[in-house]
């Protein structure tokens, strides 16, 4: 098996002010782990820029360019009082887009098994015509469609197990019936859309879970309401918008899920993309924002993704993460 890297430095450089927790420290702790010997096989590349072209796959024009004139030579600005623009966040967020767009490149082209985009700032939140959340572009929503058009899939889907609901997701794929979009996450919490009854074309599965449940009640919301919905849809291709701040040391949630939750859903979607889709993973970097939670289940997350089953104990690189 192989997995692919993609990561950039102009993610370290996109910063919101000061004490924002979607940080740049976030960054260098996933680097930090995915340096260590453990990953040694991972096959690493730059993160290429994405493309307006790409951009425009899910945002309407207008919104892609007040995006790019919003971009600041120097200082920052806000967008909302979440989200806000440095010098090097419109080419981050390109970059971020093109993170994603080549990996689905590298897996559809069978370079690489699976890709994880080491990526920032997240982009879940993002809605076709609203910068939100910490999030100025789709990412994981342009890769869908970008894999739809480049090579002509019938149907992808997006898995999403970041603590806050992808709203931006559901609401670029609410009226396509060929893309799936199944959530868990804590409710109620930011942004508060992901209720159950929420399904558009009955494309959209929504498992909100409660403030300070745990591993077991995760793993039940995948095992009876996310995966038998992915089975029935059949799947060319599946993106995970990979947020870790489920985890239980998150500032920002309150889920109780540990390195463990997140190794077992990556081998179980490993398996549904077995069963489906020769194995066709990317993955995208959401949430995340205790450092040591972050970068440990960022481990288990691609040490999984490299070895399937075959890990070794996944207690490894949360060690190795250990701040
Ligand atoms: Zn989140």
């Given at each position: 098996?192989?997995?692919?890297?993609?990561?950039?430095?102009?993610?370290?450089?996109?910063?919101?002010?000061?004490?924002?927790?979607?940080?740049?420290?976030?960054?260098?702790?996933?680097?930090?782990?995915?340096?260590?010997?453990?990953?040694?096989?991972?096959?690493?590349?730059?993160?290429?820029?994405?493309?307006?072209?790409?951009a425009?796959?899910?945002?309407?024009?207008?919104?892609?360019?007040?995006?790019?004139?919003?971009?600041?030579?120097?200082?920052?600005?806000?967008?909302?009082?979440?989200?806000?623009?440095?010098?090097?966040?419109?080419?981050?967020?390109?970059?971020?887009?093109?993170?994603?767009a080549?990996?689905?490149?590298?897996?559809?082209?069978?370079?690489?098994?699976?890709?994880?985009?080491?990526?920032?700032?997240p982009?879940?939140?993002?809605?076709?015509?609203?910068?939100?959340?910490?999030?100025?572009?789709?990412?994981?929503?342009?890769?869908?469609?970008?894999?739809?058009?480049?090579?002509?899939?019938?149907?992808?889907?997006?898995?999403?197990?970041?603590?806050?609901?992808?709203?931006?997701?559901?609401?670029?794929?609410?009226?396509?019936?060929?893309?799936?979009?199944?959530?868990?996450?804590?409710?109620?919490?930011?942004?508060?859309?992901?209720a159950?009854?929420?399904?558009?074309?009955?494309?959209?599965?929504?498992?909100?879970?409660?403030?300070?449940?745990?591993?077991?009640?995760?793993?039940?919301?995948?095992l009876?309401?996310?995966?038998?919905?992915?089975?029935?849809?059949?799947?060319?291709?599946i993106?995970?918008?990979?947020?870790?701040?489920?985890?239980?040391?998150?500032?920002?949630?309150?889920?109780?899920?540990?390195?463990?939750?997140f190794?077992?859903?990556?081998?179980?979607?490993?398996?549904?993309?077995?069963?489906?889709?020769?194995?066709?993973?990317?993955?995208?970097?959401?949430?995340?924002?205790?450092?040591?939670?972050?970068?440990?289940?960022?481990?288990?997350?691609?040490?999984?993704?490299?070895?399937?089953?075959?890990?070794?104990?996944?207690?490894?690189?949360?060690?190795?993460?250990?701040e």
């Amino acid at each position: 098996m192989s997995t692919l890297l993609l990561h950039h430095d102009v993610f370290t450089e996109h910063a919101p002010p000061e004490g924002h927790p979607e940080r740049p420290d976030r960054m260098r702790a996933v680097e930090r782990i995915l340096s260590h010997p453990h990953f040694e096989e991972l096959r690493r590349e730059d993160a290429p820029m994405g493309t307006q072209e790409h951009a425009l796959l899910v945002h309407p024009e207008d919104y892609v360019h007040m995006i790019e004139q919003s971009s600041p030579a120097d200082g920052l600005v806000s967008l909302d009082p979440d989200t806000w623009m440095n010098a090097s966040s419109l080419e981050a967020a390109y970059r971020a887009v093109g993170a994603g767009a080549r990996a689905v490149d590298a897996v559809m082209n069978l370079e690489v098994n699976n890709a994880f985009c080491a990526v920032r700032p997240p982009g879940h939140h993002a809605e076709q015509n609203r910068a939100m959340g910490f999030c100025l572009f789709g990412s994981v929503a342009i890769a869908a469609k970008y894999a739809r058009e480049a090579y002509d899939l019938d149907r992808v889907a997006v898995v999403d197990f970041d603590v806050h609901h992808g709203n931006g997701t559901q609401d670029i794929f609410w009226s396509d019936e060929d893309l799936f979009f199944g959530s868990t996450h804590q409710m109620p919490l930011f942004p508060g859309t992901g209720a159950v009854s929420e399904t558009g074309q009955g494309n959209i599965f929504n498992a909100p879970l409660s403030a300070g449940d745990g591993g077991d009640v995760f793993r039940d919301a995948m095992l009876s309401r996310i995966f038998p919905s992915l089975d029935a849809f059949q799947p060319d291709l599946i993106l995970i918008s990979a947020g870790f701040d489920a985890h239980q040391r998150d500032p920002l949630g309150s889920l109780q899920l540990t390195e463990e939750d997140f190794a077992w859903v990556t081998l179980r979607l490993m398996d549904m993309a077995d069963k489906h889709c020769d194995g066709r993973i990317v993955s995208m970097l959401e949430g995340g924002y205790d450092l040591s939670g972050l970068s440990g289940s960022v481990g288990v997350h691609v040490k999984s993704l490299m070895h399937g089953s075959g890990q070794r104990a996944a207690k490894d690189s949360v060690e190795a993460g250990d701040e």
